[in-house]
């Protein structure tokens, strides 16, 4: 298998397939093209119709966008258990993770992930503050009722997990107090537990030795 990424310090949807990838334990090569170039678009056309990273090569078959490439590799390695088995738990994983795909946009423009940045402490928008706040009841609701199965957000890791580890990054970068938005500590301890895992931690250092 082949995960076409982008730049790792930006590419927020490139790190959710790539954890899920490390978690599964199968080999898999990478390419990585950089974001933001004048060339970029044409570089990914050569393996996407989207022209837009990831992108997942596994023989004659392409799959992009994360989503897809996530629910593909829960389906191609179900030993993985990338999903619990448990229908309620996966029922709930699947909406948190449609949730974030297609929604927080104020969060995602005011707060791009930049793993090489500086922290800094932001005022947010108000429309920001709003999805901090709807992020906040996300993770405090899933954390409560799943607490006793684990530490993630369903208990075990998950693919719902991949998913909010970018978020995590954003928080920690422009010092978000989710104390304010409602969080009991739950929320807090969640967004360290995703910062201190290995495989972040190796997308971290790539990211800043080689962008």
Not at 93 to 120: I, K, T, W, Y
Request: proline share 6%; glycine share 6%; aromatic share 10%.
């Amino acid at each position: 298998m082949e995960l076409v990424i982008g730049s790792r310090s930006w590419s927020t949807w490139s790190m959710r397939p790539w954890l899920t990838l490390r978690r599964i334990g199968q080999p898999f090569s990478e390419t990585l093209v950089a974001l933001r170039q004048t060339d970029t678009a044409a570089k990914l056309e050569l393996f996407s119709p989207s022209a837009l990273a990831p992108v997942l090569k596994d023989g004659d078959l392409t799959v992009w966008d994360s989503l897809a490439i996530c629910e593909y590799l829960n389906d191609r390695f179900p030993d993985a258990k990338l999903w619990p088995d448990d229908l309620v738990k996966r029922a709930l994983g699947r909406a948190a993770v449609a949730q974030m795909h297609s929604g927080f946009q104020s969060l995602r423009g005011e707060c791009p992930m930049d793993l090489n940045a500086a922290p800094v402490v932001q005022e947010l928008t108000e429309a920001t503050q709003t999805d901090v706040s709807k992020m906040v009841r996300l993770w405090s609701m899933l954390r409560a009722r799943f607490a006793a199965d684990g530490p993630f957000l369903l208990g075990a890791w998950s693919i719902a997990d991949a998913y909010f580890t970018p978020v995590a990054t954003r928080f920690r970068t422009y010092g978000v107090p989710l104390t304010d938005y409602g969080d009991d500590g739950s929320c807090g301890a969640y967004a360290a537990l995703l910062l201190e895992q290995p495989d972040f931690l190796d997308w971290e250092r790539l990211a800043k030795a080689k962008g």
